[in-house]
C-alpha cells in the first residue's frame, strides 16, 4: 500500500494565532457553544481529516484577560462530538499527572463505545505551572516525576481496559447468564504510585484501547513516546529538526522492538492561506497589529516555568543567555528547546520571537497559496519530517474552510491523501491494528 498522509485537526479557541478572537474572520460564537466545535468537526469530517483533537491545561493561567480562553473540558465535549459525526477520530488531552487511572480509564473506555471506536487519549503529564494548586498541591510536579507516574499509569489503565475479554458479556436471559466470571479479571496492581484492584466496571471497548498519542518531545518525553504512542503530536520548526526529531522516535521505537510505521509522527502546521502571497501576508500583518507583546511576555514566563523575562527590552537582539537553561525548566520542556533554537539561529529581538510565537506558540507557521501549503506538506512528508501534520488553523473557522475548500483537494490529486474513508474507527484511519488483550488469558485471549 503507498503511504498516506495523516491529518489531525487541533481545535484551538478561534484559531491557534494569540489574536484570532479579535479578527474580523474569527467566529464570534462561544468558546461554550457546542455547536461551534460540532461544525469545525463535521467539515473536518468533510475534509476526510483522521481526526479532531482539543488540548487541555488544568489551570486559567494568568493571560485570561486577553486571550481567548474558557473552552470546555475534551471528553465531555468529544462525547457530544461523536453524535455529531459518524467517521472522524476523537482524540482528547488528559493529565496522568492530576487524575486517578480508574477513572481516565472509564471516562476513555466509554468514549470509545459512544463514538463506536475513535476515540484517541493525547496521554500529557501537563506542564502549566499553575495545574498543582488546583489539586492539592503547592506548585507543580517535577518533569522526571511526571514521566515516572506516567508509566506506571499508563501500566494500570491498559490493565484496567484489557480486563474484560471481548466475549464476556454472554447476556443470555435464559440460562441466566449475563457475564462469564472467567473472562473478567481483576488486576490487582500494587505500585509505587497506584494501588488499583480492578476489574473496570464495562466492557472492552472497540478499539480495545483509545489510540495512544503522546506530545512530550523532551528526550523523557520521546522514550515514553517510543515506549508506548501510536501517534506523536510534536512542535518543529526546521525541516533538518523534524527529520532528526523523526528517526530518532523511529529509532528508539523499533530498538524497543516496536514497528516504525505505527508510531505516526505529526508536527503542528500553522497557515495563513490566501489566493495570493500578498493576501496572506496581508491577513498575517492585520493578525501581528491585533497582538501584544506584553501579553506575549507573560505566556513565554509560563512556557520556562514562571521565569521572569520583565528586564528584557522588546528591540534588541536576543541571545541564548537571556534564557534558562532548557534542562532545568520542569514546564514544558521540549518547548522551550524549540524557542531557543530560533533564538540561537535567527537571534531575533523579544518583539520579533513573541510575535512568531504568537501564531502558534513554536509550531511551524506559514503565510501563502494553497499551492504553497500543500508543497510544504508534500515536501515534509516525502523527506522523512512527518506521517501527516496536525493541523492548527490560525484563524477558525476561516482558514480551516480554506484549508478543506483548498488544500485537500491539491494533496488528493498528488495521490498523498485519501478520497474517502476506509474504515470507521480511529485506528483503521491511522493504519494502526486492534491491541490484544494482556490481561484476560485463555481461548479468546488473541481478539
Ligand atoms: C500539539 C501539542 C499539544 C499539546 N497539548 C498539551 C495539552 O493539552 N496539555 C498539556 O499539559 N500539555 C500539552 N502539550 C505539551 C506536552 O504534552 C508536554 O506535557 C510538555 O511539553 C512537557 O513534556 P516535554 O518536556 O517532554 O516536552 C502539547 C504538546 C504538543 C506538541
Known sequence: MTR????????????????????????????????????????????????????????????????????LEPITTLAAL???????????????????????????ASLDHISGGRAGWNIVTSWAPGAGRNFGQDGPAGHEERYERAEEFLEVVTGLWDSWADDAILDDPRSGRFADPRRIRAINHAGEHYRVEGPLNL????????????????????????????????????????????ADLKAQAAAMGRAPERILVLPGLSALIGATEAEARRLSDELDALSDPEVGR?????????????????DRPLSVEDFPDPETVQAARSRTQVILSVVARERPTLRALLRRLAG???????????????????????????????????VLPAMLDRFVAEVVPILQRRGLFRREYAGDTLRAHYGLPRPPSRHVAGRHAAE
Open 4 to 71: 498516506e498522509l495523516h491529518l489531525n485537526l487541533f481545535i484551538h479557541g478561534r484559531g491557534h494565532h494569540e489574536a484570532a478572537w479579535r479578527h474580523p474572520l474569527a467566529t464570534r460564537r462561544a468558546l461554550t457553544d457546542i455547536g461551534y466545535y460540532a461544525e469545525l468537526a463535521r467539515q473536518a469530517e468533510a475534509g476526510l481529516f483522521d481526526s479532531i483533537f482539543l488540548a487541555d491545561q488544568l489551570t486559567l493561567g494568568d493571560d485570561a484577560a486577553h486571550v481567548a480562553k474558557g473552552g
Open 82 to 108: 461523536a453524535g455529531a459525526t459518524r467517521r472522524i477520530g476523537l482524540i482528547a488531552t488528559a493529565s496522568t499527572t492530576y487524575t486517578e487511572p480508574f477513572n481516565l480509564a472509564r471516562q476513555f
Open 203 to 246: 466492557p472492552r471497548c472497540p478499539q480495545g484501547r483509545p489510540v495512544f498519542v503522546q506530545a512530550g518531545s523532551s528526550a523523557t518525553g520521546r522514550r515514553f513516546a517510543a515506549r508506548h504512542a501510536e501517534a506523536v503530536f510534536t512542535a518543529q520548526v526546521e525541516k533538518e529538526a523534524a527529520i532528526a526529531f523523526y
Open 298 to 314: 507573560a505566556r513565554l514566563s509560563g512556557r520556562f516555568g514562571g521565569h521572569d523575562f520583565s528586564h528584557l527590552p522588546l
Open 360 to 394: 502558534a506558540r513554536g509550531h511551524l507557521t506559514m503565510a501563502g497559496t494553497p499551492e504553497q501549503v500543500a508543497a510544504l506538506i508534500e515536501d515534509w512528508f516525502r523527506s522523512g519530517a512527518a506521517d501527516g501534520f496536525n493541523v492548527m488553523p490560525p
